[in-house]
Every structure is written in structure tokens, then in C-alpha cells.
């Protein structure tokens, strides 16, 4: 098992910018795939975007083209540059192990977009 701790949120206004990131307990050299997730009020938790080891993405069809994430292994994290965000951003973000099943997660950081 490895710990998550997610960080970077806060509140922006429709058309910001913020960057999370997530950092593990232990080395990720050996995590093939590690994603973001978030979920919203009243909302199931959905996948954001997911990264392979080998440098693959996969992202949800809402934030294509405004999402980027990325790994530093030699760090131990993960990062989720967020742009041009939306008020329907808002969320928790989640940051976790695994591509389709998934293990370990972080507690979650607040993104709230509202001017």
C-alpha cells in the first residue's frame, strides 16, 4: 500500500488556473498507472485523467484540452495542471493508484471555481 496526499486547491474564478498534485509515501517507479478523480455534490466520483509509466494519458471527455497530468517519479508525485476551469469543475479531487481498478486513494483537496 502506498499513502496519497493530495494538495493545490482552492477557490478560483471561471477561467483559472490551479495545479494539484499528489505526493506518495513510497517510490511510484513501480505504480504503472496513476490517475485523478473527483466527485461533486450530489455527484458519483468520476475519472478525470490517468497516466501510465510509459507517459500514456487517458482523459474524460469534460476536460480534454484544459486538463494536463503528468508524473515525476524520481519525485514520487503526480500532478493535474487545471485550465480555463468551469464552475461545473468544482469538486473534490481525488488522486489515486491503478488504470481501470483502483487501490490506493488520498483523502481528496477542494476545487471550487466562482467568481
Known amino acids: 500500500q502506498v499513502q496519497l496526499v493530495e494538495s493545490g486547491g482552492g477557490l478560483v474564478q471561471p477561467g483559472g488556473s490551479l495545479r494539484l498534485a499528489c505526493a506518495a509515501s513510497?517510490?511510484?517507479?513501480?505504480?504503472?498507472?496513476m490517475g485523478w478523480h473527483r466527485q461533486a455534490p450530489g455527484k458519483e466520483r468520476e475519472l478525470v485523467a490517468r497516466?501510465?509509466?510509459?507517459?500514456?494519458?487517458n482523459y474524460a471527455d469534460s476536460v480534454k484540452g484544459r486538463f494536463t497530468i503528468s508524473r515525476d517519479n524520481a519525485k514520487n508525485m503526480v500532478y493535474l495542471q487545471m485550465n480555463s476551469l468551469k464552475p461545473e469543475d468544482t469538486a473534490v479531487y481525488y488522486c489515486a493508484t491503478g488504470w481501470n481498478i483502483f487501490g490506493s486513494w488520498g483523502q481528496g483537496t477542494q476545487v471550487t471555481v466562482s467568481s
Open positions: 497516466i501510465t509509466n510509459g507517459g500514456s494519458t
Open positions: 513510497r517510490s511510484i517507479f513501480s505504480i504503472n498507472a
